[in-house]
């Protein structure tokens, strides 16, 4: 099972290798690289599936390349430092995730013309990365993938972006870069001071740690003078996932992204680094500083249920799909986060299913937009009206792209919020029951996204001609998404499966 | 049993694909093919129904797993009690016959082949949503009716009263939506299941309770929020302002909404947890109010519409308050009865108007009709049928299940309940009738439409008689003569708490009573429009009353100015507050670090350096920790 994985984060390392090293080569040539080695990795992911057990309590398909070693780095143990790669039913959500959107975005965005070698090089870069941060094994190796991914995604936004490429690439570069650097404090800081609490020998392992938080707590309840440094190192990981997650008021960066970037990229950006930071809170502090989740509980859920109403407010106020987009999404994680901090396992289990969900419907109405904007060369809804009449089935991807954003049952959104909520009113009645309000909320500004657009007379003062309906070879792959989300929706039980196994490896009976 | 119970829904799930994918066939294909493959299900409803009476108490259950919570697993499947049954033969009826009769209305549509999936989705959602076996199913395919009937009210997308009629459809209910998922969610955290049939039993053990809520009041709070749910679906005030607008869809699919697959999920919803709110009282209550007060609210309302379909909403909205009424002071089978009545001769009167609609061109105006009685006989003769069937007018299927809950209020002694529901009856009997004189009365007003009407053909007129024989006859299925059968059938399932079969014991006196204010108003109907008369006097001789009236009471533009504008307001606040303030922070930052850029990259330009510095502040940080660690400095 092992080699699959090395399949999986090896396939697009060679890829971006290949396409760095070979010089000259036509765009096409690059984009074939490109597609056939994601597929590669798509593949890989899939075989995983066949492959996982989801009974079992240790992390799986596991891969282990030793780097170097610091002789004598703590009370006289060495401490070796590698890339350590491993799955668990997190990991396995996250990654098919990843695979997916990576995979859709070689396949079925444009590259802009004499950009083919920097777009599959960097977007190779960051799928490597990427697949490299939901299965890190150890916190060197996640520090190490978090920064990769910031420099690839960088690249991308400056070379590839539509409109504003410098200053959206910046601020997304100081935005990150500052929260890595939280990430890295944070963890490491953690990794050291669970050593010394413990008096045992120095590790970054995630399954010696997440061993330890249990007698972590425990030994810090004992002394208690010790007490103030975990939630030291909690706040900083929590500002670094804040920043991470695009939570106001450290989310500016995220809309801008989504608005200049191309689609390719903004469907990385939305579809799946947005989904890093509340990885990290799940892994890190769920699984590994829980008493400092649970002493936050109402930061969270006040921040959470914050997110999701900003988020419903702002995109109420959008003027065009891509603001919504983006504020919809940062919608989405303010739930997530909520269920997060309830530290309530049906909860957690939805805010796994609301990270996958939110990465497909996002990814999915990022790819419509743009082939409705190839079209329309606009996505301002004071300039649009009535597409469904000439654009029926672009129109009918957008409706349905809208609907899973509301959460309507049977589309995957649904299973997270009410899993999310589930927990929340058990936990959190009055956020929970403010939160409602989102849930009306979502409706409306989807709704009168799709009024505005696709709904109401038709009145182009362009040619009407040139609007040619989306052929097969365009809607093919927003039919994927759309079945995706729908096949969640309906038959959850696979992924819910995958996910309560995580949820027990998170959270220990009895912690 | 459970099988075919199990192939109900799933016969017009196919005709709805069927249509769905196959575009370029012909009209006439997609009508044919819903109501082919819609005979089955009939068929197989009317099967169920005769055995679940043949075995009383009976619960036809199968599920398979869903989704494994940590907390416990949740199943989708299908559960038939006699409750069930009985809404599935209301259904599938009621559908197959607004299936025929939409095709000779929107015959010459060209996008007949979506029609047809979005109409055989929506009833595949009533009857998946009917079906459930417990309440989170039943959540999903709520959700799904409201999308189907979203759909179908912006049918025609390109109107844009149309298109604001759908978005207000959906964004009404789910306001009532999101109160029924607090309750199921919090019922199922207290019980550790979703089956609702539980929950009564754990009400009566007292051990439904929640960490922050002990038991009365968990019970109530829930209940009230799944009412919440029910009033924003049935279109009870103060949720009420969706249904009206929702007839901007094709008429036949108001006769759907208004009969069978939409509205009556509320009244079903409030039914099925019947044993569940008989617990609370509060709830009771409040149940009991809404319902009697949305029935006099809406007739009121109904009595100065000058739009055919119009009228005929306001009256479901009245309506559904008599069921919720009934169903409020414990009239169960009562409710219940005349969801089954009301079913038949709401469809008729819709159906009847979409005749006179596609009769005369489109027109929905009042104004513009009179004299079509002897143009079109048969749609007059099924359309009073169905008016006399609603203003409960002896024998017509109206009179026996309204009277039922008259009866009851009255056998209760609780007579402000009973009033309102008394003159509600006299406004509805007098504001269908006005609707019978001046559609079919006197002149024509218009004698350009009058001379072109005509009967749509047997696809339209065929459903009308139909549904004109229900309305009709219907009400004797719950007749002193054969010992209240269908109260019997719907009592025999086994509850904690026994549900009694009927209050009324059908008095002579709530009888007459009835009888004669049903009378009264179609007196002052003809009074005041026989012969077609009066459309001009009476709106100047009650001035205030009749635009307070005809305005519905503001209700809608006490909303727009409060909650919509309120909220709008509120969004816009939040887009300054981001795009201003949060972005003008945003750069003050940005500067701050482009200073620290500045004196950093003095000896280097470009962006890989900028770059090159945020990654190595990072490495430097992981390096000084680390050797701070190492050193022992911690």
């Not at chain 1, 440094?229 to 960066?253: D, M, S, T």
């Not at chain 2, 199921?184 to 051990?207: E, K, P, Q, V």
Request: aromatic letters at 14%; charged letters at 10%; proline letters at 4%.
């Amino acid at each position: 099972m092992a080699f699959l994985l090395w399949i999986v984060l090896f396939a697009p390392w060679i890829g971006f290798l290949a396409t760095a090293l070979l010089p000259r080569l036509s765009d096409r040539m690059y984009q074939a690289i490109h597609i056939v080695l994601q597929s590669v990795a798509l593949v890989a992911v899939g075989a995983l599936w066949s492959r996982f057990h989801p009974a079992s309590s240790h992390y799986q398909a596991v891969v282990r390349l030793p780097w170097f070693s610091f002789p004598d780095a703590w009370h006289g143990a060495n401490l070796t430092i590698g890339l350590n790669f491993g799955i668990d039913g997190l990991s396995l959500g996250l990654l098919s995730l990843a695979a997916v959107v990576l995979w859709l975005i070689a396949v079925s965005t444009r590259v802009p013309e004499g950009l083919g070698k920097a777009r599959a090089m960097w977007v190779q870069l960051a799928s490597f990365a990427v697949f490299a941060t939901f299965t890190a094994l150890n916190i060197f190796t996640f520090l190490l993938a978090i920064e990769v991914t910031l420099f690839a995604t960088f690249f991308l936004l400056l070379r590839l972006s539509e409109a504003d490429s410098q200053r959206t690439a910046i601020k997304f570069l100081l935005y990150r870069g500052v929260a890595s650097v939280f990430l890295i404090v944070s963890l490491v800081g953690f990794a050291f001071s669970s050593a010394a609490t413990m008096a045992e020998p120095l590790t970054l392992g995630y399954q010696q740690l997440a061993a330890r938080a249990q007698g972590v707590a425990t030994a810090n309840a004992a002394l208690s003078a010790h007490y103030s440094a975990p939630q030291w190192i909690f706040l900083l990981l929590l500002l670094g996932v804040f920043i991470e997650e695009a939570f106001v008021p450290l989310h500016n960066w995220f809309p801008d992204a989504i608005k200049n970037a191309d689609t390719g990229t903004a469907m990385l950006v939305g579809g799946v680094l947005t989904k890093t930071g509340a990885y990290a809170l799940l892994r890190f502090g769920v699984g590994m500083m829980p008493a400092d989740v649970k002493i936050f509980t109402y930061v969270l859920a006040t921040v959470g249920i914050g997110n999701l109403l900003y988020g419903a407010f702002a995109a109420w106020s959008a003027r065009d799909w891509r603001r919504l987009i983006s504020f919809s999404s940062i919608s989405h994680m303010g739930l997530v986060l909520f269920a997060i901090g309830t530290m309530q396992a049906d909860a957690i289990q939805g805010a796994m299913f609301l990270l996958v969900s939110s990465g497909l419907i996002t990814s999915l109405l990022l790819l419509t937009t743009s082939r409705v904007k190839a079209r329309t060369l606009t996505l301002e809804w004071r300039q649009l009206s009535g597409l469904a009449k000439p654009l029926p089935i672009l129109s009918g991807f957008l409706l349905f792209g809208a609907l899973a954003t509301l959460g309507l049952p049977l589309t995957s959104g649904f299973i997270g919020e009410f899993q999310s909520f589930f927990g929340g009113f058990a936990v959190h009645p009055t956020f929970a029951f403010i939160g409602l309000l989102g849930l009306i909320l979502s409706a409306v500004y989807s709704l009168t996204a799709i009024r505005k657009t696709t709904f109401g007379p038709f009145t182009d003062r362009a040619a009407a001609a040139a609007y040619e309906d989306a052929r097969m070879a365009e809607w093919w792959p927003i039919a994927l998404l759309t079945m995706l989300v729908l096949f969640i929706g309906i038959v959850p039980y696979p992924l819910g499966h995958v996910f309560l196994s995580a949820v027990h490896r998170l959270l220990p009976i009895g912690g | 049993m459970s099988m075919l119970a199990l192939l109900v829904p799933l016969f017009p799930l196919l005709a709805g694909v069927i249509s769905f994918f196959f575009r370029r066939l012909p009209g006439a294909f997609h009508a044919t093919i819903s109501v082919v493959l819609l005979i089955p299900s009939v068929v197989f409803a009317i099967v169920l129904f005769l055995y679940v009476h043949a075995h009383p108490g009976v619960v036809l259950r199968q599920v398979i797993p869903w989704l494994v919570l940590p907390s416990f697993s949740i199943h989708v499947g299908i559960q038939v009690n006699a409750l069930t049954a009985l809404m599935l033969v209301i259904v599938t009826f009621v559908s197959i016959l607004v299936f025929m009769f939409s095709y000779g209305y929107l015959r010459t549509d060209e996008r007949l082949s979506i029609y047809y999936s979005y109409l055989n989705l929506f009833v595949f959602s009533m009857l998946a949503l009917v079906l459930s076996p417990n309440l989170l199913q039943l959540y999903l395919f709520w959700e799904m009716v409201g999308l189907c009937s979203y759909l179908l009210v912006g049918y025609w997308f390109a109107k844009p009263e149309a298109a604001r009629a759908a978005r207000k459809s959906f964004v009404v209910t789910r306001i009532g939506d999101a109160g029924l998922f607090a309750g199921i969610l919090l019922l199922g955290f207290a019980a550790g299941t979703f089956n609702d049939a539980d929950y009564s039993i754990l009400a009566r053990h007292g051990t439904l309770a929640l960490p922050w809520l002990s038991e009365p009041y968990l019970v109530t709070l829930a209940t009230l929020l799944i009412f919440i749910g029910a009033v924003g679906k049935s279109a009870q005030l103060p949720l009420h302002v969706w249904l009206p607008d929702a007839m901007e869809g094709p008429t036949p699919v108001s006769a759907l909404i208004h009969a069978a697959t939409m509205v009556a999920a509320g009244v079903y919803l409030v039914a099925r947890e019947f044993p569940l709110f008989a617990e609370s009282h509060v709830t009771m209550t409040v149940v009991a109010y809404v319902g009697a007060v949305t029935a006099l609210f809406a007739s009121l309302i109904a009595i100065t519409q000058q739009d055919i379909k119009r009228v005929i909403a306001y009256s479901t909205v009245s309506q559904l308050g008599y069921m919720m009424l009934a169903l409020g002071i414990g009239a169960y089978a009562d409710g219940v009865f005349h969801l089954f009545t009301h079913a038949f001769f709401k469809a008729l009167l819709f159906l009847a108007a979409g005749s006179v609609i596609h009769a005369l061109g489109g027109t929905q105006d009042l104004a513009l009709m009179g004299g079509l009685r002897r143009k079109m006989p048969i749609t007059f003769y099924t359309f009073l049928a169905g008016a006399l069937a609603l203003s409960g007018i002896f024998p017509f299927a109206g009179f026996w299940s309204k009277d039922a809950i008259l009866g009851a209020a009255m056998a209760k002694g609780d007579w402000v309940l009973y009033l309102l529901g008394l003159i509600a009856a006299f406004c509805t009997a007098f504001y269908i009738f006005r609707v019978v004189f001046l559609t079919f009365a006197g002149a024509p007003r218009d004698e350009d439409l009058h001379a072109h009407a005509h009967e749509g053909g047997w696809v339209m007129t065929v459903p009308l008689v139909i549904l004109g024989l229900f309305a009709t006859f219907a009400g004797f299925i719950n007749t002193p003569w054969n010992d209240d059968f269908l109260s019997r059938f719907l009592t025999a399932t086994k509850t904690p708490k026994p549900i009694p079969a009927s209050y009324s014991h059908w008095p002579l006196t709530s009888m007459a009573i009835s009888l004669a204010v049903g009378l009264c108003g179609i007196g002052l109907a003809a009074w005041m429009y026989g012969g077609g008369k009066g459309f001009r006097k009476v709106p100047s001789a009650f001035k205030p009353w009749y635009a307070l009236s005809r305005n519905k009471f503001y209700v809608d533009e006490v909303y727009s100015w409060t909650v919509v504008r309120g909220g709008k307001l509120l969004a816009a606040l939040v887009d300054l507050v981001d795009r201003y303030l949060i972005e003008g922070l945003t750069r003050l930052v940005g500067l701050f670090f482009y200073g620290i850029g500045n004196v950093l990259r003095y000896t280097q330009t470009g962006q890989i350096q900028t770059y090159g510095t945020f990654a190595l502040v990072g490495l430097v940080v992981f390096l000084v920790v680390a050797v701070f660690r190492v050193g022992g400095v911690f």
